[in-house]
């Protein structure tokens, strides 16, 4: 759906180039931020990435352990426990490759 014009009747392409340059002569300059770099090793950037997912597995047993009795038959209760069985031992028993010296 377009937007609806500002004024009574739409902006020529001259009058909306003037706006945008008024608006951009008057208004403090713009600060652009950049992503921090992650400096990690893509080994440690696996092992924390295993941790985290064991840590939210445990998050998620905890969830279906407390889950009230009417809810252990439903949709929820099955999703928990998929995410419960899986074995996340393998990944974190795998040690990545070290690459040309950098690691």
Not at 48 to 70: F, G, I, K
């Amino acid at each position: 759906m377009p937007r609806k014009p500002l004024g009574d009747r739409p902006m020529s392409n001259a009058e909306r180039q003037a706006r945008h340059r008024a608006i951009r002569a008057a208004a403090l300059p713009v600060i652009h931020y950049r992503q921090a770099a992650d400096h990690r090793s893509r080994a440690r950037r696996w092992r924390d990435a295993v941790a985290v997912l064991l840590t939210l597995q445990a998050e998620y047993r905890a969830w279906l352990q407390a889950l009230p009795d009417s809810l252990q038959e439903g949709a929820t209760a099955e999703a928990l426990q998929i995410i419960v069985d899986l074995d996340l031992d393998e990944l974190q028993a795998i040690e990545p490759p070290r690459g040309f010296g950098r690691d």
